[in-house]
């Protein structure tokens, strides 16, 4: 789960068009009316960086402290239990209650509003050499019911060399405190632009999967590793904060109240260091010891699709799992098919 981690956008490069045996997937454009967010705003100010939420957050007061959901502190060292590899972090329990609509968008660290795209750009390691790496990323509004709870499916395209290297879905949830969780997953993995193999499918809990959040609605410096899940025959993901209310740079502008979050697998978490700005999400990566790939990025454009480009990414998603009826029958084959959100 997030070996290859996701998040990024596109534009700033031709369409491009994937295919699985006969079926073409034709990435959603860019096109003269898609509107890019602004860019972010220098060190030291608070100016949004994208357009607001349709709901607000839920308030700090409302999560406590040194727990998933914590409110937003300061920057001392992170707990005792956050250095031992093999601790396997705070769960909360699956509740399908618990849930609200995806599309409220309450997660500032995690937007989920649909048609927004993201591009991250940085290097990957192919064998011994070192190759150009692009992943862009994209909030369709491709809705899916996994376990009794709404899901949005969120987009991931990575390229090596200007390669199409691998293509996945995120299926992601929120809970009624702004949690975002992962509910399943779809990837496949291509080679000179042709499909080569499905990585990883799982849908819910069946087949052994365990379920997780993947970005907590508040965290601060006392916040204890948590459990991000596990799919089906793959370790278990955990995340833990390394630094918060930081400003950080990447190519694309300054944020401030950042929070620096190691994610990776338990027994081995320090795989990255993802850095999560308000209103925007990842803005750069770096790979830390246990990075198979030691992929680097960082964000170079972020913006907001036009109603076609939208429509053209929500019909990939679509396309990808009818492919997935195939390759991957166990888990989608009789699972009900996804739909557009109204």
Known sequence: MHGRPGYAARCG???LTLIIGAMALVVAGCGADSTSVPPASAPGSSSATRPPASAPAVAPSQAPSSTVGGTTGTTTPAPSQNSDPNFEGTRVAFDPANFVDPLLDTNPFHPLKPGLQWVRAGTTEVGSRVVPH?????????IRVIDGVTTIAMLDESTDSGEV??????YLALDKDGNVWILGGYTEDYEGGAYTNTDSAYLG??????LGILSPAFVDAGTVRWFIGKAPEEKASVGQPVEVGITACVTFGCFDNVRVVQEGNVGAPDNE??????????????PLDASLHQDTFQLTNFLELSPAGL???????LDLEQHARVVAADVYGSAPASKRAP
Do not use: H, L
Not at 205 to 210: I, L
Not at 311 to 317: I, L, T
């Open 134 to 142: 692009e992943i862009i990323t994209t909030m369709t509004d491709v």
């Open 165 to 170: 290297s691998q293509v996945s879905i995120d």
């Open 311 to 317: 429509a053209e990414a929500s019909q990939m998603v």
């Open 13 to 15: 490069r031709p369409r």
């Open 273 to 286: 260091n993802k850095y999560y700005a308000p209103g925007v999400g990842v803005i750069n990566n770096f």
């Open 205 to 210: 809990t069946g087949n052994g999967a365990e």
